[in-house]
């Protein structure tokens, strides 16, 4: 299954009862499915089919839908144009220019109110789907790229998590080594050298960050199967944000400028991957 992305762009042109028509259909990330469709129809049935449309196209986003009269009958703008000369003569207005004609036809003039048959609504449909498949192709091509951003940052933030494991192998006999000589001066007893095993014993088992590493590669192994299977952008920030709680818990555990430095650049990787994420429908 494609990964898409929530930003796209798409658009088809179709006739009607001798006029032409175009659409396009805009998408933007957002957290849900937001739906605004423009059209120079007057017709709650039609507004009911294209919404129908686009929720079965697109899960997640900001989706506008724009109808627009391409060109219409010779007959229709000449009524137009009469319309608008009497109506300047009678206000004692400026004489109506082409300019003033194509502006009217555009904002004003253009609002169908007769009734589409059944007929109609089935041309606007097929229509409306042509675009929003033209949209899904655009979508997917983004998608794509926005993957493959996601797959490098994935393997980096993978890279981090292999060398803090490596340093925090080393660390339990490096801070063991390091307490005990700084306690030996003052060791007078067996008594007092149990004592300092014991506390030693309990501050290595307090930095012990074994079962964050192990969350860690869950998570990111999950993330890279969601990216190859359904893509889910929701799903992938969720586990996202996981990943970033064991990162702090790691770095909260172990002291030490090298781990809290690979924490660090961890931290920044995955920023960048949710940031990718949130345009991932």
Known sequence: MNIKSMTGFGKFSFSLANTEYTIEAKSLNSRFLDIKIRHPFQNVALDFAIRKKIQS???RGRVDIYINIINSEKGSMKEDLEYLRNFSTENGLENVTLTHLLLWNRNNGKTMNQNLSDDDISVIETAVAKTLAALDSFRIREGEVLKTDLLAHHSILGGHVDLIEQHAKALPLQKKKELESRMKEYLSSENDKLAVEREVAY????????????????HLSRFEKLLSDSGNGKELDFIS????????TTASKTPGFEISSLALQCKNEVEKLRELVANVE
Not at 203 to 218: A, H, S, Y
Not at 241 to 248: D, K, S, Y
């Open 57 to 59: 196209a697109v899960k």
């Open 203 to 218: 501050m290595l088992d307090k930095m012990d960050i074994n079962e964050e590493i192990v969350r860690l590669r869950g």
């Open 241 to 248: 944000q996981e990943i970033l709680r064991e990162i702090n």
